[in-house]
């Protein structure tokens, strides 16, 4: 059945002019995109998986217009093709923590082809005196540091994240009121899997003397939480810092930690740009030891952290060497145990809307005694490289 939804949404899209323009009132717009990640990975030191290599393809489709009564909605469909070699590894994307319903449907799982088709954005916005309302599956983000925001705290990307283009969509009510000339305040209510993960949290931005204030507090799957940033320019150089106080849970190495962050980032010359960050991940063990623990804590699970460490320093640049291609390099090192993760990743436009990324993930650091001792975070990792191809229309 979600199958079959998926490709007569699809044949509708196609031809926008015959039939949103009869059977939708309102204007609408459609778009979306084409993606293949195609990888090969060795596999980690001493594991018993296997090196190999995978296909992840994506053909993604939006739809956003208006209704009766000054309703807009928003519709998005996702259909991935999965290969992989040995197959079943790696899964498929599991449930996200903050969805409640389900919206997806997996053909083949521990096979070498799967396919995975979500409904990825489905919600109603409107607009109620001075406040605007959305309801659905919706994108939902925070945060002004670039590499690992501390304050993205609802459905964060991993640092070493190949596609930050789309944010996966989640079950939320959300209220915005917006006053002066930056401020904004936000009401969010998240459903999460179960009642008790569920989230109420309420955010406050303005701008005082030219420095974006951003705080936001309440409850996050359960568990208590508040957080507050700050971002500014100082000589042409951007300053962002942000904090979050956590309350932990039972599966979590303890029962309060923050996790907080600076970064710096500035347009060297008019080709090449620089990001540096200092992470504490007060999730994270101290020692390696503490590293098995850490991968199976409550933060973890529940896609809020995915470092294991305590103490970072991630880089990232970008030089445009022509004006159809950019060499970028990020490096995230673990200052706990000296390993590192070192991307660099060079990105062609190959036409209007078509790009070509061609990437090397290297982990460097010393290697496991056994799959249960790890010595450092990254040299327990293989590393990889392949190349991405997207296209947006």
């Not at 996702?78 to 079943?88: N, S, T, V």
């Not at 659905?136 to 596609?163: E, H, V, Y």
Request: charged content about 15%; some cysteine.
């Amino acid at each position: 059945m979600a199958r079959t939804a998926f490709y007569v949404l699809l044949v509708l899209c196609m031809t926008p002019s015959l039939t949103f323009g009869n059977l939708l009132p309102g204007d609408w717009s459609v778009g979306g995109s084409v993606k293949s990640l195609n990888l090969t990975f060795e596999a980690p030191p001493e594991s018993a998986l296997e090196g190999g290599g995978l296909s992840s393809n994506r053909f993604r489709l939006e739809m956003q217009g208006f209704l009766p009564a000054g309703l807009e909605a928003e519709i998005a469909v996702e259909h991935l093709a999965l290969w992989r070699d040995p197959q079943g590894q790696p899964p498929l994307p599991g449930d996200l923590a903050n969805r409640r319903i389900d919206l997806e449907h997996n053909w083949n799982e521990n096979g070498s082809l799967s396919q995975q088709f979500q409904v990825d954005r489905l919600n109603l916005q409107g607009t109620v005196k001075d406040w605007e309302w959305r309801l659905g599956r919706q994108a939902i983000g925070f945060g002004r540091i670039s590499l690992a925001p501390p304050l993205d705290i609802i459905a964060p990307f991993p640092p070493d994240s190949l596609d930050t283009t789309v944010r996966p969509g989640i079950d939320a009510m959300r209220l915005s009121r917006y006053f002066g000339l930056a401020g904004q305040i936000d009401l969010i209510g998240v459903a999460g899997q179960t009642g008790g993960q569920n989230s109420f949290l309420g955010t406050f931005t303005t701008n005082w003397k030219e420095i974006d204030i951003l705080a936001i507090g309440g409850r996050l799957l359960g568990r208590s939480a508040a957080g507050a940033g700050l971002a500014g320019q100082i000589v042409g150089i951007g300053i962002k810092g942000e904090l979050v106080v956590y309350e932990g849970k039972e599966e979590d190495l303890r029962k309060h930690f923050v996790i907080a962050g600076i970064e710096g980032d500035a347009q060297v010359t008019s080709t090449l740009n620089l990001s540096l960050q200092y992470l504490y991940n007060g999730a994270g063990a101290e020692t390696p030891s503490g590293y098995p623990a850490a991968a199976t804590s409550a933060m973890t699970e529940e896609g809020l952290s995915f470092l294991l460490g305590r103490h970072y320093l991630l880089a990232a640049s970008s030089w445009q060497a022509h004006p159809l291609v950019s060499v970028n390099m990020l490096l995230i090192t673990n200052l706990g145990d000296g390993s590192l993760l070192v991307r660099p990743l060079t990105a062609i436009s190959l036409g209007d809307n078509l790009s070509l990324d061609l990437f090397v993930t290297l982990n460097l650091g010393d290697r496991p005694d056994n799959l249960l001792q790890p010595n450092s975070e990254f040299g327990s990792q293989g590393n990889s490289g392949g190349f991405f191809v997207r296209y947006f229309f």
